[in-house]
């Protein structure tokens, strides 16, 4: 779905991408992790065109994303930043209806196609119950969901995440991690930036390790993320050890 190719970027003479190849299977979750400044906020930047970049450097559906409009991007692409703090009372349904933005037809704008469409993706969710509640009256857990529910409006086979779960508890960290996994399981590619490597290790397919602006290690999350890698992203040492039948990732001394 897609596809990097020689990818580099600077911001003046600072290099912050230094040749980046790369490729992100259909229907995979895929993780980006990296300590800060390694390049993951650049690198979704670029992938979304927030960012200049050249020539067949970055191909979604095998198409150059710098040959098609913002629009034909936003049917590609759909993008949950990491904060998304609301001024105006918009009601659930109103924000997921701004997920249908680049399907509006014209003078005559959403239809009731557009909003089967909004109240299935609530539904999906288990959150058809707050369509008519103020966003800002929601938790911190409600309000991922309702954005989860905005970016699967848009309809678009790929999904990125900055960051989706930083701000919650421990509890809906794992809900929305779940649901992600729910999601990507049904064909849709989703690529998520995140801090915690063990959310990388229980819910993606494959992860992408990066560090100064190089990619460090690229593949199958069971296979590719393990004590080394982890000692190269992060300079300490890390273990992983399996509780029950899970794993989990500590660091060798919390001193």
Known sequence: MIEIKNLSFSYGEK???????LSMEK????G????NGSGKSTLFKCCLKFLKVGDNNILVSDIDIQNISIKDLSKLIAYLPQDHEQSFLWKVKEIVLMGRTPHMKGVFGLDKDDYNIIYSKLE???????????FNELSGGQKQLVMIARALAQETPIIFLDEPTSALDFSNQLMIWRMLKRISDTGITIVVCTHDPNHILWYCDNVIAIDNGTILAAGDTATI???KLLYDIYKNKYRI???????????ESFL
Do not use: F
């Open 225 to 227: 993320l393990n004590e």
């Open 124 to 134: 999906l969710l288990d959150i058809l119950d707050l369509a008519e509640v103020s």
């Open 15 to 21: 290099k912050v991408l230094d040749n980046i190849s």
């Open 27 to 30: 229907g995979k979750l895929h």
């Open 32 to 35: 980006l992790l990296g300590r």
């Open 241 to 251: 050890e399996t509780i029950g039948d899970q794993k989990i990732i500590y660091p």
